[in-house]
Nanobody, 120 residues
Framework: QVQLVESGGGLVQAGGSLRLSCAAS????????ITWYRQGPGKQRELVAA???????NYADSVKGRFTISRENAKNTVYLQMNSLKPEDTAVYSC??????????????WGQGTQVTVSS
């Protein structure tokens, strides 16, 4: 069984930066695909950034040029670097991983989310 824990959220002023982390634990052979989502108050869940299988990173138009998605496979951790933050970025951010387990088999895991609040 794979579990994810997000961290790195907090309160920042507009124009500031945060780096979100998503640490995976369990019997993990590889991380195949990564997606970061966010959901603001009264809003639907929105895809923010992703690395699909065999593809380059892609981003929502609202965060292009400001956010960067990456991975550190040796630590089974993925990141979302967020720069030039805006009040509109305020939301709960969560990660979704497509994982190949040791010995084979695929699992999809969600984290609990971390709150990001950007003051205006």
């Amino acid at each position: 069984q794979v579990q994810l824990v997000e961290s790195g959220g907090g309160l920042v002023q507009a124009g500031g930066s945060l780096r979100l982390s998503c640490a995976a634990s369990g019997s993990i052979f590889s991380i195949n695909a990564i997606t970061w989502y966010r959901q603001g108050p009264g809003k639907q869940r929105e895809l923010v950034a992703a690395i699909p299988r065999g593809s380059s990173p892609n981003y929502a138009d609202s965060v292009k040029g400001r956010f960067t998605i990456s991975r550190e496979n040796a630590k089974n951790t993925v990141y979302l670097q967020m720069n030039s933050l805006k009040p509109e970025d305020t939301a709960v951010y969560s990660c979704h991983l497509d994982i190949t387990r040791v010995g084979g088999g695929t699992t999809f895991a969600w984290g609990q989310g971390t709150q990001v609040t950007v003051s205006s």
